[in-house]
């Protein structure tokens, strides 16, 4: 886990390196331990490190190979990259360190940008090559690993985060109008390649990009999952398809482990992150560091789910720390450095509370493993069951989904940033793409390739890495996620949802975690704003830098304000809170 940056030129002007190490030195809390930069001709890297596997000064980047002609940049883990570097030493691949990095390296020069395919993990990375002036950006399948982008004239300059690019100056920072109705109607979710800046692009998930030395462009996607039961599948009973996600979790799981340094879990106390403490202990870990966080109540809204996590770690020993958060001392504080790490605005009310637990945690280890994706994955939230009888999958989807209409959007931001019905355009379009015909599986890939990626996954990983922590996310493994979605939807929607994972969970874990009501990681000071937080969102929108941004209608704002606690979207988020942090994360990057 580290962060990048680069930049190409395709005229004769210079490269900027103070502008480059500007936006690399941003990027210092995700690599605390070395950086470098390097320059060859129109194409120079930076690189901040996080020292996990091979701690030596040999696998620091930007990694050079003088005889291959090739320099990569790369953020993440290939966790079977032992397994790649002996099938590369067979093919005469000589090395001179004992990471990952120089395997991506190494692999990229044996097979091509095709290398992805033989990678176990989460990755984005650059590769220059010397001799053609190419440049080539790849990101995972899955987008756990961000890559952000920014035309520039005569070039492209990129970086692990878009605050990063921020600092090398030169962008773009109006607000994208399709972005902004994304972030309205998706709970802040904004797709790839838009980011809410007009300037700045993302590189999609499972997506290369090559830049030619002349500028020309070509960039095409190399996964994606396909909800389809395969003809030697169609006869697995129950049972049998809870064995297969047995093996294929205790795999990732597995794969999760490999580092030079301790790893940890983030346990909520439910069932997805109390299944790898139950898994790991399986597999003979003992000792596991693991973290838990709570926040105060408000009203009838428990802050905690302590109960929960404290069974698991008495059942398994683990050394167990809890933090517990109360909005005085420590949530308003902390919330302005929150927002600063977000690479884009992240509305989800946990997303605190990832930021704290990472601080805390960060002081113990350097890697954990996180139980993000299991709802996308295996169809456990609310809105998946309605879908199994849909006729119309696009509106019931957007009822239950989305945190307004189009026609309460035009009411909410100023009449310069007005356009069509883009999210609602966006779900039509994605839904009728082939490979998943049944409404609920149309649903489940969406929420797996667009909301998972910038929400649940952005989140932990800004959120981890302001802390210099790696965070890795089994459910992720895809090989794990193209198994789940081949399972029948009878048996991924069962038992109230998640039916095959619950199933797998009693099997490993106690029950009192799986047969109780759904959770989630509640921050009610946010959801419910009350004295001292509702002051600071009513500060944020009433601004005059607010005001002068001419961003949301003041009608829109005063109607928010006058009940914050009645304007509650579908999915339980504030609608005020959804206002404000974009406020607040415009004035926090400078915009």
């Not at 683990?318 to 504080?333: M, N």
């Not at 082939?434 to 910038?454: H, S, T, Y």
């Not at 992720?476 to 009878?490: F, G, K, N, S, T």
Request: glycine letters at 8%.
């Amino acid at each position: 886990m580290c962060g990048f940056c680069g930049e190409i030129r395709f005229d004769d002007r210079p490269i900027d390196l103070a502008a480059l190490a500007a936006v690399n030195a941003v990027m210092e809390p995700r690599g605390p331990d070395a950086s470098g930069l390097f320059q060859q001709r129109r194409v120079a890297l930076g690189h901040r490190r996080l020292s996990i596997i091979d701690l030596s000064t040999h696998a620091n980047q930007p990694m050079v190979d003088s005889d291959l002609g090739l320099t990569v940049a790369f953020n993440g883990c290939i966790y079977n990259y032992k397994q790649l570097r002996e099938e590369l030493a067979g093919q005469g691949y000589r090395f001179f360190s004992h990471g990952d990095t120089e395997v991506v390296l190494k692999a990229f020069h044996a097979w091509g940008p095709d290398c992805v395919h033989r990678f176990h993990g989460m990755f984005a990375f650059a590769v220059a090559e010397r001799d053609t002036g190419r440049l080539t950006l790849v990101r995972d399948r899955l987008g756990i690993k961000p890559l952000y982008f920014a035309e520039l004239p005569g070039g492209v300059r990129f970086a692990s985060t878009l605050p990063a690019l921020l600092a090398g100056g030169g962008i773009d920072t109006d607000l994208d109008p399709v972005a902004l109705h994304h972030y309205m109607h998706f709970h802040a979710v904004v797709p790839a390649p838009y980011t809410i800046l007009r300037g700045v692009r993302k590189l999609p998930p499972a997506t290369i990009r090559v830049i030619e030395a002349d500028g020309t462009t070509r960039e095409h996607g190399y996964w994606a999952p396909t909800f389809e039961t395969l003809p030697e599948e169609q006869g697995l009973s129950f049972e049998d398809w809870q064995d297969r996600v047995l093996g294929a979790l205790r795999t990732a799981v597995d794969r999760r482990l490999v580092a030079d340094v301790d790893v940890g879990v983030l346990l909520s106390g439910g069932l997805d992150s109390s299944l790898i403490v139950g898994l790991l202990a399986d597999q003979g870990q003992s000792g596991l560091n693991t973290f838990s966080v709570g926040f105060e109540s408000v009203g009838d809204e428990a802050g905690d789910e302590f109960q929960y996590s404290d069974i698991i770690a008495r059942h398994y020993g683990t050394r167990h720390h809890k933090i517990h958060v109360d909005s005085a001392s420590r949530l308003l504080p902390n919330l302005p450095g929150c927002i600063r790490a977000m690479a884009e605005p992240m509305v989800s009310h946990d997303v605190i509370g990832f930021y704290l637990l990472s601080q805390e945690v960060a002081k113990h280890v350097k890697v954990v493993q996180s139980g993000q994706g299991a709802d996308e994955v295996f169809g456990g939230y609310h809105w998946y069951p309605p879908m199994q009888e849909s006729t119309d999958a696009v509106a019931d989807y957007a009822r239950v989904f989305c945190d307004r209409g189009h026609e309460e959007y035009l009411r909410a931001v100023h009449p310069r940033l007005h356009g069509d019905d883009y999210s609602r355009d966006f779900i039509r379009s994605h839904f009728a793409m082939p490979g998943a015909e049944a409404a609920v599986d149309k649903a489940l890939r969406i929420d797996q390739l667009i909301m998972l990626v910038d929400d649940p996954v952005k989140r932990v990983d800004n959120m981890t890495m302001a802390w210099g922590l790696e965070a890795r996310v089994p459910f992720l493994d895809h090989e794990l996620v193209e198994l789940a979605a081949r399972i029948p939807a009878e048996h991924k929607l069962c038992d109230e949802g998640k039916c095959v994972l619950k199933a797998v969970g009693r099997r490993v874990i106690p029950k009192e975690v799986i047969d109780r009501p759904k959770g989630y990681f509640p921050v009610p000071a946010l959801k419910y704003p009350r004295g001292e937080v509702l002051d600071m969102m009513r500060d944020a929108v009433t601004s005059q830098r607010a005001r002068d941004r001419r961003l949301f209608q003041p009608e829109y704002v005063q109607t928010l304000l006058a009940e914050p606690e009645a304007h509650i979207t579908p999915l339980r988020g504030s609608k005020l809170w959804q206002v404000a942090l974009l406020e607040l994360w415009l004035q926090e990057q400078g915009v």
